[in-house]
């Protein structure tokens, strides 16, 4: 025999997809599918401060119902399983869009890649070591043109001494 404490707990946790997330309120708010004809309407969904997400269509997680009611639905997790990057390795941390474009810190290594444009935009950038622009196998010492050194040389005595280009 089973009692109503033990039917709640037992409905209280589902897996669901995204059908749509609303980011436009304080909290978001999701619309998820659950078991067979099943469906979830403006469930919230919590983040951590800082970090911000909207999952797309067909992403997944896990849904919690408070004493197994769907009037206290609460979304957990969602991520989608084609755009999860793979294979990252203990440790790491990636940071991903389902366009394709990543950060990524993996051991002592901070990598972004862009689909299109990278874009920084502050009053300073500071680079401070060995810039390698249009790859990491450039070699030549990079000047600006027409760069007069003290000596009344052009270009190729006032090199930037750690700017190299291919």
């Known amino acids: 025999m089973t009692d109503e404490h033990d039917t709640a707990i037992k409905g209280s946790l589902r897996r669901v997809s995204v059908v749509s997330i609303d980011d436009a309120g304080t909290q978001q708010r999701a619309t998820l599918n659950g078991l067979s004809g099943e ?47 793979k294979n990252t390795e203990q440790g790491g941390t990636v940071l991903y869009d389902a366009n394709g474009q990543a950060i990524s810190l993996i051991k002592k290594n901070l990598r972004i890649v862009g689909t299109d444009t990278i874009t920084l935009t502050a009053p300073k950038i500071v680079l401070d070591g060995m810039v390698y622009l249009g790859g990491a196998d450039a070699s030549l010492p990079a000047s600006m043109k027409g760069t007069i050194d003290t000596a009344g040389d052009a270009d190729i005595s006032n090199l930037a001494q750690k700017v190299f280009v291919k």
Not at 73 to 80: F, M, N, R, T, Y
């Open 39 to 85: 469906q979830f309407k403006n469930v919230v969904r919590s983040q951590h401060f800082g970090l911000s997400t909207v999952p797309p269509a067909g992403g997944e997680g896990v849904i919690l119902m408070q004493g197994g009611r769907s009037d206290r639905a609460h979304v957990l997790g969602l991520e989608h399983p084609q755009y999860r990057p």
